[in-house]
């Protein structure tokens, strides 16, 4: 009879399926900025570069964080006013829904992209 010795590492796959998570979330959130960057609106101050993004993990997944805020000086949350607006006129290549856009479009690879960030993770 042959013998063999299993050696259980679920905890280790557990971990590595979660930081596989957080990379590809990571990786969806960072390219939908970089997209965003080129179409943020420049009027009333540079709203570029209040941009950031973060992944806040949990043991259920992980969830990705764009944000912009009101330049220094601004008065009301400009961010929000530029995004929603669609009446305000913008210079050439920047409109409203900056954000919303790119991400309709990161939608048809933003599943793979997390499941190629698992896949590398477990390997």
């Not at 000086?73 to 409203?96: D, F, Y």
Request: aromatic share 8%.
């Amino acid at each position: 009879m042959s013998r063999f010795q299993l050696r259980w590492r679920g905890d280790e796959a557990l971990d590595a399926l979660q930081a596989g998570v957080v990379a590809g979330v990571r990786t969806v959130a960072r390219f939908i900025f970089d997209e965003a960057q080129g179409f943020v609106p420049l009027d009333g101050g540079d709203l570029r570069a209040t941009g950031r993004t973060f992944v806040r993990a949990s043991s259920t997944g992980a969830t990705g964080f764009i944000t912009y805020d009101s330049p220094p000086g601004a008065t009301v949350a400009l961010a929000i006013v530029q995004h929603e607006r669609l009446t305000m006129h913008h210079g050439p290549g920047r409109k409203a829904k900056y954000l919303e856009d790119p991400i309709v479009a990161a939608r048809r690879i933003a599943g793979q992209v997390i499941a190629q960030q698992i896949r590398r993770h477990l390997s």
